[in-house]
């Protein structure tokens, strides 16, 4: 059986040089050295000092993690794909955030909710589509978005057609295929689009886009 010939310490006091056998072996927190038994002259085999290097870089990746979350609120992925970026390896990466999300520091429902609230300046389509790329669930995303009502979604599309026809010229059919493209382009659907641009412009024919 390896038997460990030698402990030091690294620049960061908070860690340890483990070396099997008069050769290095790993780095480790100093706390699981402690509480995985490991000293000189200790035998070790290699499935304790895998373990001790699991639950090591665990709890690096999970202090890292909390550094993150310190800045601003992170959904899982978000996290997991910080933590792998930086050099952890994804296994770890994504225990340090499953015990993130058992403490309740991670909570994706959470980060959704605060999300729509936080950019109602999007429409539906693109809060969805954001919040997709985030790595939130179709079902928590549903949820959240249930917040927002039809009307709202209407006087918001509203806002940016008013924007529009006051910068650029609608009355043509030209201009209108413009204004509809540009709300489009944000996210809205067509019916929504539609039923905006009929109530700012007076004279608008929406048959013309049927």
């Known amino acids: 059986m ?3 010939t030698k402990i030091e310490g690294q620049k960061n006091k908070a860690r340890v040089n483990i070396f099997v056998d008069e050769a290095f072996f790993c780095g480790l927190e100093k706390e699981t050295a402690i509480i995985f038994g490991l000293k000189v002259g200790s035998e070790v085999d290699e499935d304790k000092l895998s373990k001790a290097i699991a639950e090591s870089e665990t ?3 999970f202090n890292k993690a909390a550094d993150y979350l310190a800045s601003r609120m992170h959904t899982k992925k978000e996290l ?20 993130l999300a058992e403490y309740g520091y991670v909570d994706d429902r959470a980060f959704a909710k605060t999300f729509v609230q936080q950019n109602s300046k999007y429409s539906l389509t693109v809060l ?11 079902e928590i995303i549903s949820e959240a978005l249930c917040e927002i009502s039809t009307d709202d979604e209407l006087e918001l599309c509203k806002k940016y057609a008013e924007k529009f026809a006051k910068s650029k ?38 048959d013309e886009f049927e």
Not at 80 to 96: P, S, T
């Open 2 to 4: 390896a038997k460990i």
């Open 59 to 61: 709890k690096r990746a």
């Open 80 to 99: 997991i794909d910080k933590l792998v970026k930086k050099g952890f390896l994804k296994e770890y990466a994504i225990n340090a955030c499953e015990k």
């Open 128 to 138: 969805e589509n954001k919040l997709y790329q985030k790595g939130v669930s179709k």
């Open 169 to 206: 010229d609608v009355s043509s059919t030209l201009g209108r295929q413009k204004l509809f493209a540009s709300l489009a382009r944000r996210g809205f659907k067509f019916e929504v689009i539609k039923k905006a641009v009929s109530q700012i412009l007076s004279n608008f024919d929406t």
